[in-house]
């Protein structure tokens, strides 16, 4: 018998604990998820799954399903250039949630990011969503029964918030909200397919992984806290010419023009900021990148948020990897 986890969509295994699905075989016959999940769920204990994604398998099977739709989920803290290429993969009717806009102080108006994201990605139905504040969430299932979508495949990168979206559409259809979540990588592992009612499947996926993400260079206890839970506050640095603002031992930039600029962070506030002369030696040993920016540009550090420059400047980044580094025309 093939039973899988409710959690993570694995089939249960008791051969190998290494592998994904494993639970112990005294209790396979009565379990609803595999070790792992299980952990998760009860103690908050994450362990890495060893497992590689064939995601290009998972694009093609989708592409294949007539009937599918696909609903493209877009973390509002990570929106990169690699998503519009990873959206064009999909040949299936589209439809784009930016998740989290809880995290986004509330004063930012949705309009400008939407108009951002379909002038990236050609696509016309986009909308923020919060699953944590029920944002918008039962406009948009609305928006699909009216459209006759009859199975919706969710998918997007990794953390972006698949699983959580499918438990709040689970409790509020009273159904179990019974998908494991969590912000480290790799959370759901294969298809987990929920039958909302005779006319609505909804099938959750694997989060597609970025190499060049954040969650690939820090180790988990440190990645759990990296992330905010709720509401940022902004934090806005004034830094002069030969000053530096810092963060954790994670992010260094320094202003190396000659005018004064403001950083503004889109990023957890609760990490440690310090506004350092650039002469103090902090993080100087981490792999780094001079830019020279215009006006109004976003220094996106991948996995982490982003940090809005308001004036045409030079800066240097230091950080984890310069491949976390992209710079964009501000979103906001
Ligand atoms: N603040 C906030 N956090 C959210 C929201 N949705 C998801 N999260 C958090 O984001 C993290 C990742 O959520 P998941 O639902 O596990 O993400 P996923 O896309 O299923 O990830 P994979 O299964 O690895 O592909 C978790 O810590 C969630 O609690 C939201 O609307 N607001
Ligand atoms: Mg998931």
């Known amino acids: 018998m093939n039973k899988k986890c409710i959690g993570c969509g694995s089939t249960l295994q008791s051969i190998n604990i290494s592998k994904e699905g494993f639970v112990k075989s005294s209790v396979i016959d009565n379990a609803d998820y595999c070790e792992r999940c299980f952990k998760i769920k009860h103690y908050g204990e994450y362990s890495v799954l060893d497992k590689k994604i064939d995601f290009q398998g998972l694009i093609r099977n989708i592409n294949s399903d007539s009937l599918a739709s696909i609903v493209f989920l ?37 309009k400008k990011i939407i108009e951002y994201i379909k002038n990236q990605t050609n696509a016309q139905d986009v909308m923020f969503i919060s699953s944590v504040k029920n944002y918008n969430i039962d406009e948009f299932l609305n928006k699909i029964e009216k459209d006759n979508v009859r199975r919706l495949y969710i998918v997007g990168f990794t953390n972006s918030g698949k699983s959580t979206f499918i438990n709040h559409i689970l409790s509020s259809k009273s159904m179990k909200p019974v998908v494991t979540t969590s912000n480290i990588p790799n959370t759901t592992a294969n298809y987990i397919t929920i039958k909302i009612n005779p006319k609505l499947t909804i099938v959750d996926t694997p989060g597609f992984i970025d190499k060049n993400a954040i969650y690939n260079f820090l180790d988990y206890n440190k990645l759990i806290k990296l992330y905010p839970k709720k509401e940022i506050r902004v934090k806005t640095f004034q830094v002069r010419p030969n000053y530096s603002v810092v963060v954790n031992d994670i992010l260094r930039i320094d202003n190396i023009s000659n005018k004064t600029n403001s950083f503004s962070f889109y990023m957890n506030d609760k990490l440690r900021y310090e506004k350092v002369k650039i002469k103090n030696d902090k993080l100087k040993t981490l792999p780094n990148l001079e830019k020279t920016l215009e006006e109004k540009t976003d220094v996106l550090i991948n996995g982490l948020g982003f940090i809005r420059i308001t004036k045409e400047s030079q800066i240097k980044i230091y950080t984890l990897d310069t491949n976390l580094i992209e710079i964009r025309k501000s979103m906001i």
Not at 75 to 87: A, F
Not at 96 to 107: A, F, Q
């Open 74 to 110: 877009i973390d509002v803290l990570n929106i990169n250039e690699n998503i519009k290429s990873y959206i064009n993969k999909f040949k299936n009717k589209k439809y784009i949630l930016i998740t989290k806009r809880d995290i986004l102080p509330k004063s930012l108006k949705d």
